[in-house]
Nanobody, 124 residues
Framework: QVQLVESGGGLVQAGGSLRLSCAAS????????VGWFRQAPGKEREFVAH????????TYADSVKGRFTISRDNAKNTVYLQMNSLEPEDTAVYYC?????????????????WGQGTQVTVSS
C-alpha cells in the first residue's frame, strides 16, 4: 500500500516557476514508478511526466518538455516536479500517482495509487 500527498501548488504569473512535491508512505514506494498527471476543468486527466523507480528513466509530455523536470529522492520517499516558464495553459489540478506495473508510463489506468491533487493556477 502506498499513500501519496502532493504539495507546492499555488498561484503564479506566466513565466514563473513552482516546485511540486509528492510525499509517499509505504514500503514499496522506492520500487515504484511515479507519474504526474493534471486535469483542467472540463478536460480529461492527462499525462505530464514519469520517472522510473531508480530515477534513471524520465518521460515527459510534449507540452512540458524543456520546461518541467521530474526527479525523486528515495531516501526521503519524495518525487518532485519542477515547473519553469509556466503558461496559463498549465493551469490544472496536478496529481501524482504510483505504479509497480512494468512498462506503465503514460496510461493513467495503469497507476494504482493516487494523491488528492494540488491546484496550480497560472495567470496571464
Amino acid at each position: 500500500q502506498v499513500q501519496l500527498v502532493e504539495s507546492g501548488g499555488g498561484l503564479v504569473q506566466a513565466g514563473g516557476s513552482l516546485r511540486l512535491s509528492c510525499a509517499a508512505s509505504g514500503r514499496t514506494f522506492s520500487s515504484s514508478a511515479v507519474g504526474w498527471f493534471r486535469q483542467a476543468p472540463g478536460k480529461e486527466r492527462e499525462f505530464v511526466a514519469h520517472i522510473d523507480w531508480s530515477g534513471g528513466r524520465k518521460t515527459y509530455a510534449d507540452s512540458v518538455k524543456g520546461r518541467f523536470t521530474i526527479s525523486r529522492d528515495n531516501a526521503k520517499n519524495t518525487v518532485y516536479l519542477q515547473m519553469n516558464s509556466l503558461e496559463p495553459e498549465d493551469t490544472a489540478v496536478y496529481y501524482c500517482a504510483a505504479t509497480r506495473i512494468p512498462g506503465a508510463v503514460i496510461d493513467r489506468y495503469q497507476y494504482n495509487y493516487w494523491g488528492q491533487g494540488t491546484q496550480v493556477t497560472v495567470s496571464s
